[in-house]
């Protein structure tokens, strides 16, 4: 069955540096997304992007953050300047059309110390 | 703007016996697509069913069903014959389409336990 696959799966950054998450969505898929999972609480959308540009941004999504998909195949997230409340589970899913549900990646653990 | 709430912060169940995580949505669309998703322990999300709103049938996957009351914008989740490995975190979540874009909205999640 087709994944989504993110790497890495654990991240620890200091404070203040920048970080590049990565997703590989499924290959005929057009929608993707990246949201945010602080421990214990609910997952929260970021951004969703279709045809190479934002649809729509949370307020979470401040300057710090950007999406690119550079090669046609990876989406990566980008935090520019890393705070200690970024600490969190990020997310990265693609869905064929948006209406069926969305396939998750298995996340990547970002931890700033 | 559209709100997934789950009243129920911790459930447990008896392995083989049934359980239901209640979920309720506030919304003023006609049309949206509604979903569970599972969270094991390795934090993956993993989707267990979805509901489309102009169905009136309620979504079944082998031991997992939903019970939607539109009226009452209800969709709660039935785990029938709860095995060990249905222990884990389950989201509700809506399927928005506020101002022409699209997200899924989740709520606070449930985390099911289930007894040997």
């Known amino acids: 069955e087709p994944e989504v696959t993110q790497t890495p799966s654990h991240q620890v950054t200091q404070m203040g540096q920048e970080v590049i998450l990565r997703c590989v969505p499924i290959?005929?898929?057009?929608?993707f997304y990246w949201y945010r999972q602080i421990l214990g609480q609910k997952v929260e959308f970021l951004v969703s992007?279709?045809?190479?540009?934002?649809?729509?941004k949370s307020e979470i999504f401040d300057d710090q953050f950007s999406v690119e998909r550079p090669d046609g195949s990876n989406f990566t997230l980008k935090i520019r300047s890393t705070k200690l409340e970024d600490s969190a589970m990020y997310f990265c899913?693609?869905?064929?059309?948006?209406?069926?549900?969305?396939?998750f990646g298995s996340g990547t653990r970002l931890t700033v110390v | 703007a559209q709100t997934v709430t789950q009243s129920q912060p911790e459930m447990s169940v008896q392995e083989a016996e049934t359980v239901t995580l209640s979920c309720t949505y506030d919304?003023?669309?006609?049309?949206?697509?509604l979903f569970w998703y599972k969270q094991p322990p390795s934090r993956q999300m993993i989707l267990v069913i979805r509901?489309?709103?102009?169905?009136?049938q309620n979504a079944t996957e082998n031991r997992f069903s939903v019970n939607f009351q539109k009226a009452a914008k209800s969709f709660s989740l039935k785990i029938s014959d709860s095995q060990l490995g249905d222990a884990a975190m389950y989201f509700c979540a809506y399927r928005s389409f506020e101002g022409g874009s699209e997200k899924l909205v989740f709520g606070k999640g449930t985390k099911l336990t289930v007894n040997p």
């Open positions: 290959s005929n898929h057009l929608y």
């Open positions: 899913a693609s869905s064929d059309t948006g209406l069926y549900g969305y396939t």
């Open positions: 919304t003023s669309e006609s049309d949206y697509y």
């Open positions: 509901q489309e709103a102009y169905k009136q």
């Open positions: 992007f279709y045809n190479n540009e934002i649809s729509e």
